[in-house]
């Protein structure tokens, strides 16, 4: 075991949210041994689990420092002896009905694979105990070496992504219908939250293409050009996912700019018909305001006068509203 520099340890231990430095507890490597292969699985690694590694693996410390960090962008660092790997992962949270980015940390080796998720990101639980409780498991994923492992996982990850862009596509489909069965002033709120999920979605989808083309580009002894093929279809995976994603794009901003059609014109419906009825009223308003002026006026003091103003006001009312049908602005 190799003695960790007290220096290291110190670049290592990260403050705590309240500003405490995180205690030194007991590591907590899960580990799947086949043939002349590992898996080690540390879900959440603290600073016990970054200790651990240091000591028994010898990674750079920087590789380490990223580890601790929850905040790192995608990438591939490429060493002698070992590959260091950044990965996102969109995950839906239940709980704030929003789509996030979880964080993969993945150490590859000649003859290890060491995955550290900073949260749960389906499937990778699933397949770890999987593997660890069924031999044949084992013996499909980890007897053609670290790299082929490395693909099974990351393939399972982006598997994942399909289904949820199905439900963001039953989603946009729903939020169609809604807006041409006339619901399009319920329905904005659920646009601008498909909207933010779609920009969430391409945040985390974007910088994975470039990971996936970096790790056919890679060289080490475990990568193999036998690899070539399996690395070519992540690659393709994380295309596919993102043309969808381009489709839902247009898609929403097509729904969005619909549905702010259809408000208009419902708008424009209503300013129609009050126009109407306001113009209907004008004539009708002038004729009793005149007639109400506190002066002498032919014909003022006798019944039949009065009727006969009412009647000219039903005649031209009846006229302006069958003029106003005809033209379809009623």
């Known amino acids: 075991m190799k003695v960790l520099p007290r220096r290291l340890r110190r670049s290592l231990a990260t ?194 293409r470039a990971v996936f083309r970096s790790l056919e580009r890679a060289k080490q002894r475990y990568l193999t050009e036998e690899l070539d093929i399996y690395f070519d279809d992540l690659t393709d995976a994380a295309e596919r996912i993102w043309d969808v994603l381009e489709n839902f794009k247009e898609i929403v901003e097509g729904l969005e700019g619909t549905n702010e059609s259809a408000l208009s014109h419902r708008l424009n419906d209503g300013l129609r018909i009050l126009t109407a009825v306001s113009v209907i009223l004008l004539p009708l308003t002038l004729i009793a305001s005149v007639f109400g002026m506190n002066v002498d006026f032919p014909g003022g003091e006798s019944i039949g006068t009065f009727w006969v103003i009412m009647a000219v006001m039903i005649v031209i009312l009846i006229g302006m509203i069958v003029f106003f049908r005809r033209r379809g602005w009623l």
Request: aromatic share 8%.
């Open 15 to 208: 403050p705590g949210a309240d500003g405490v430095e995180e205690p030194i507890l007991e590591p907590r490597p899960r580990i799947i041994q086949a043939e002349a292969l590992r898996w080690i699985q540390i879900d959440e690694p603290r600073l016990a689990d970054r200790l651990w590694l240091a000591e028994n693996f010898g990674f750079h410390e920087l590789d380490l420092e990223d580890v601790a960090s929850r905040n790192q962008r995608p990438k591939v660092d490429e060493y002698p002896d070992y590959l260091f790997l950044v990965m996102q992962f969109p995950r839906y949270d239940k709980l704030t009905g929003r789509l996030h980015a979880a964080e993969l940390d993945v150490f590859v080796g000649r003859d290890y694979v060491i995955t550290l998720p900073n949260e749960t990101i389906v499937p990778l639980p699933q397949l770890f105990e999987r593997a660890e409780a069924r031999e044949e498991v084992r013996d499909e994923m980890m007897t053609k070496g670290s790299g082929f492992l490395l693909y099974e996982i990351l393939d399972r990850c982006v598997d994942a992504s399909f289904p949820m862009l199905g439900q963001l596509g039953r989603k946009l489909r729903d939020l169609e219908d809604d807006i041409f069965e006339g619901r399009s002033s319920e329905v904005v709120r659920d646009l601008s939250n498909a909207k933010q999920e779609i920009i969430n979605f391409r945040a985390v989808i974007r910088p994975m």
